[in-house]
């Protein structure tokens, strides 16, 4: 074992311990490491975008001022002393299958910086505008991507319907961005763009296509040129989606229309609760890594009134996918994870032209719901002070954060990848995980 493993297992006084004792912790202390045959999970992430407020969510302070703690009240939850928002009875409900993060914070308190930061676990390089659409680093799908293959010809990142601002690959190349599905799944026409075979185009005339192909690949290319030939990695994204269109499995996989009509209603029939069975539906068929991408959290004005519209059905389509993934025994191997860039000022206020009031950026503090993926439920990690300003316990940071969902990927977050131009980078800095999720 390290020298640090060591110290965290207490094993100061192991002088009087028998060898055996120390085989045994050393056995234990392996079986939490990536790489050994424990079942690597797959992940669902729920990117809230524009910051979500931890004050009327998962962090709400009744005893605080009127202009701190909001219109909102907190309700229980079936676990004894962990409260949640009035406006997410279901969530509260199965409260012992998730836990909730308060106090994974930073110092990046606008959108392109946030977003990234927690995106990838690697900070900016450079000063990052609110608008900036940045990657300095991979993100965490299309390392997932990277380090695992979805079988069936599938791609191993999806994103729902777009891209976040940093979740692409950077320097690890095109071939692990995400494939992004932009169509609605609620419509009845839902169907995914590139993967069937048009209309127009008969399998015969698809595979004499395919044949000719084969025999321009068959062209002599100069040897020199092969290592950074542009055209060889092409034919790797056109094998790719060759392999969408012809295999069965793939196929079945965007089939959602064979969702029981009552389950479709449970998830919601909205385009985020649409999009959260697909990502279940994709889970199961092995794809490790799908972000749902659920825009419109950046809640400058009209909190209140837009949340108690959002929130209920956001609470039924999150505990929908928790609740359907444990009664399928997917939970266990799959992450449910809600977040966003970062929380929300602690006090209220009225910007200059608006009428209605809300919370600006803040990224001192902020909430985390972490399903799955072998993680125990129940469980509130870390605090925040009585006015939610600041995480005053077990504070944790986005690098601790990303490194617990590597780890539980099956990836080593103290990995160092190497740039085209051969530079090291560690793939996260702090590889130290959150130990009440392992």
């Known amino acids: 074992m390290q020298r640090r493993t060591y110290l965290q297992l207490g094993l100061a006084g ?77 969530l509260a409900k199965i409260a012992d299958k998730y836990s909730i993060i308060r106090s994974v914070c930073h110092n990046q308190a606008n959108h392109g910086a946030g977003n990234h930061y927690m995106m990838t676990g690697a900070p900016p390089r450079i000063p990052v505008g609110c608008g900036a659409f940045v990657s300095f ?37 095109a071939k692990y961005a995400p494939f992004v599905v932009a169509n609605d799944p609620n419509q009845e026409s839902f169907r995914v763009r590139d993967v069937e075979l048009p209309r127009e185009l008969t399998q015969d005339r698809f595979q004499s296509r395919r044949d000719l192909r084969k025999l321009v690949d068959r062209l002599p290319r100069y040897q020199e040129a092969q290592v950074s030939d ?3 990695a092409y034919d790797e994204n056109v094998q790719q989606g060759l392999d969408l269109v012809l295999t069965p499995a793939a196929q079945k996989a965007f089939d959602i229309h ?22 279940r539906r994709l889970v199961e068929a092995g ?10 959290w950046d809640h400058h004005s009209d909190l209140f009134g837009a949340l108690r519209t959002r929130l209920p059905s956001w609470d039924q389509t999150v505990a929908t996918l928790i609740s359907d993934l444990d009664q399928r025994g997917l939970l266990e191997t799959t992450m449910v994870i809600a977040l966003g860039e970062f929380g929300r000022t602690p006090k209220i206020s009225t910007l200059p032209g608006q009428s209605k009031p809300g919370r600006d950026h803040w990224a001192s503090a902020m909430s ?22 600041a995480a005053v316990q077990r504070i944790l940071s986005p690098e601790n954060y990303v490194s617990t969902v590597y780890h539980k990927l099956g990836i080593d977050p103290s990995k160092i990848y190497y740039t085209p131009a051969g530079r090291p980078t560690h793939l996260v800095s702090d590889h130290t995980t959150i130990s009440e999720l392992m």
């Open 14 to 90: 192991l002088a009087g311990g028998s060898f055996t004792d120390l085989l045994a912790l050393r056995q234990a202390s392996a079986a939490n490491q990536p790489g050994t045959d424990k079942p690597k999970s797959n992940c669902i992430l729920i990117w809230m975008d524009g910051g979500p407020t931890h004050l009327e969510t998962f962090d709400l302070k009744p005893e605080a001022p009127i202009e701190i703690r909001g219109e909102f009240r907190p309700i229980d939850t079936n676990v004894p002393g962990m409260q949640i928002c009035e406006y997410m009875p279901k």
């Open 258 to 279: 064979s969702e029981p009509a009552e389950l479709r209603e449970a998830y919601g029939r909205n385009s985020f609760g649409q999009r959260a069975l697909m990502a």
């Open 287 to 296: 794809v490790p890594f799908v972000t749902l991408y659920d825009g419109g």
């Open 137 to 173: 680093h991979p993100s965490l799908g299309s390392v997932a991507a990277y380090e695992r293959q979805a079988p069936h010809g599938l791609p191993g990142y999806f994103s729902m319907p777009s891209m976040s601002r940093s979740g692409g690959p950077n320097f690890l190349g």
């Open 368 to 389: 985390i719901l972490f399903a799955g993926g072998g993680s125990r439920g129940g469980q509130v990690i870390g605090a925040t002070d009585r006015y939610g300003h």
């Open 230 to 232: 542009p055209v060889a």
